[in-house]
């Protein structure tokens, strides 16, 4: 948010693209999406999951933003809302499409959609619940292609082989069913088929979790080729906070609905500002057995907060080390404490918090 | 300090029999499990960990069966009799084991009485896909009460019961009113917990956690290990955890068990493996872990060169020969290497150790 060129230089290589970097792709504005609750017999609502409650962020062209937050936060609904796979309860999001003008794709019909539905894609989170089981990989993969009337026959296939390559499957495994992979092999599917359609912006929902470290490594570097080849732009929602501090330039830190935290990567990891953020890089599991002991990791107590009943004041307060009498009374705003840095804690001037700290080589 | 054994594979090869040949998922697998203590198998994505934890259940998925092989299972005296069979840390574990009734899981017919009324009771698992395994159709409290209801004498009201003692003792908020809820309407931290509590309904012997903690984020997966840990030294159950994150791993385990292609490339302690690793595999396994504050800013990440081979085309002699630094023209393409013995249950399968 702090550079933001209104006259870029164009970037773009393909014809899927003409934003430049630095442009504005996509603005979200205070997005709500809350669930309702319902009782009984004829199913009365009463009362609703603010799953998104009032966020607001940017995200630039060929930029990745990282997701981040306690399982539940909302990040899953967040990034459905950008698809459009919900009706959003408030709020705009808008997107900047080829002719280089914002829309608010908020209250587009499923037909206006359609468009917008090549141009923003979703890796999903479950690679064993997003794949259908009865599609060979050509279909999953290839489906996007077909539909949308890019290519079909022979063509097909050879676009489906080389994305199958491309993200390191092998294409004679295309006529297998999704049950036949290993989990990490599904995810690898999943990425192949969100890229088909050389789409703008990748909503990744833990693209690479299911994977192990070696091949997560070669994943995420993909991801980063891929981007700079085709002037992708990634939110990169993820629990692991250090492929977040790998892949991504900004970070978005929720906490149940709401957002807590903004910065550029490297000033979140070094110099938090909020409380919650401070527990999250605490709790990192260190990878040597004999610092099993010594971490001095904050465990978060008391309850998991629920998004349909949030404690009054600041959300995070009944966990917050920090917690003074205000806090609970008062909600605070999110505020831009260092340039470019925002943060939601009334005291997160005053804090002296943790970052992380280059850890020690194993011995 | 040793416990009795409670789990003891030989030799397991778990395969699936496809159109386009036979996939070798499990090939020739050695290890143990301890009463009491936590084994974690670690490996690349497609070597096995999954089919080597369904095949000791029973439930590899068809066309795959156990086709050769040992999973001996020394069934604890609570559970195979009357008596108080608590565990207990003294040598009378050696010498209760020629009362302990012995039990080879490989040898049960998969759809038997024997396997069924194991699977739950003694030993149950939670999946690496939460999803597919909670029923889309029934609520949350169902799927727990049937579960309590199908291994125990419990009626209606007392497993309801337990179902919101289980989903409280498991961290979630609201329990009565989540036992109405779809698995659908919850966050994926949220059915991970569900599926533990599910897996704990019976108090068994063994739990298998099949990466019970890459959907959560950290916090979460803290609180989740804790959880585990807590609910290990209450209930005293062995834990066999699959995982890639080698973070866990430092933190949970007392043993590990590397695996490679079918195959244990390394087993041992959890400071052996860590501090001293043997095989090529495991050490640039660690050589690739993420590290917060020291992969800032990198280009690119270290990854191990190469890919998995294809399962139809394994490589001649040892598994990781393609891929590995120190690969010996002549010799690690001509011999699947033997388990080489470093000391107790730490064994080695490179031929660089040969000799030693
Ligand atoms: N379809 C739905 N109906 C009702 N509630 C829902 C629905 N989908 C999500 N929720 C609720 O909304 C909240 C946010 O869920 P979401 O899946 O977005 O979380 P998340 O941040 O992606 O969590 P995780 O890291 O576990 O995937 C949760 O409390 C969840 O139970
Ligand atoms: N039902 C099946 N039919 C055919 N092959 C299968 C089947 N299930 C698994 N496999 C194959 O067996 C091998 C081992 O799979 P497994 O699921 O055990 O891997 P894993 O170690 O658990 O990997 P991940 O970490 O990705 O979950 C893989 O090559 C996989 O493709
Ligand atoms: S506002 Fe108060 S409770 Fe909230 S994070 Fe800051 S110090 Fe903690
Ligand atoms: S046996 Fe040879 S190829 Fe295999 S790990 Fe050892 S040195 Fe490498
Ligand atoms: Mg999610
Ligand atoms: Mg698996």
Redesign the pocket.
Known sequence: MSEQSTNGQQLSTSENGSAAAGDILLDVKNLQKWFPITAGFFRRTIGHVKAVDDISFQVLQGETVGLVGESGCGKTTAGRCILRAYDLTGGQIYFQNHDGKMVDLGPLSNNEMKPYRQQVRMIFQDPFNSLNPRMPVIDIVGDPLKINKVAAGKELEDRVASLLARVGLRPEYMRRYP???????RQRIGIARALALDPRLVVADEAVS?L?VSVRAQILNLIKDLQEEFNLTYIFVSHDLSVIEYICDRVVVMYVGKIVEVAETEELFAQPFHPYTEALLSAVPNPDPRMRQQKDRIVLEGDVADPANPPSGCYFHPRCRYVQDQCSQETPDLREIAPGHFAACHFAEELTLAGVTASGELG | METPVLIEIKNLKTH?F?DEGT?Q?VNGVDFTIHQHKTLCVV??????????ARSILQIV????RIVEGEILYHRPDRLSTAGNGEWTSDEAGASGNSTTEIIDLAALDPRGREIRAIRGQDISMIF?EPMTSLSPIHTVGNQITEAIKLHTDMLDDEADEHAVELLRRVGIPRPEERLETYPFELSGGMRQRVMIAMALSCNPALLIAD?PTTAVDVTTQAQILELLEELQDEFGMAIML?T?DLGVVAEMADDVVV?YL?QVAERGDVDSIFHDPKHPYTQSLLKSIPRLGVSRNRQRLDSIRGMVPD?YNRPTGCMFGPRCDHFMPGRCDAVNPPAIPLGPEREVHCLLYEDE
Request: glycine share 20%; with cysteine.
């Open positions: 049950h036949a992979f290993s989990g990490g092999e299911a192990d | 699936f496809l996939v998922a490996g690349e994505s497609g070597c096995g960990k999954s089919v080597t998925d068809q066309p795959g690496q990466e699959i890639h695996m079918g399962p």
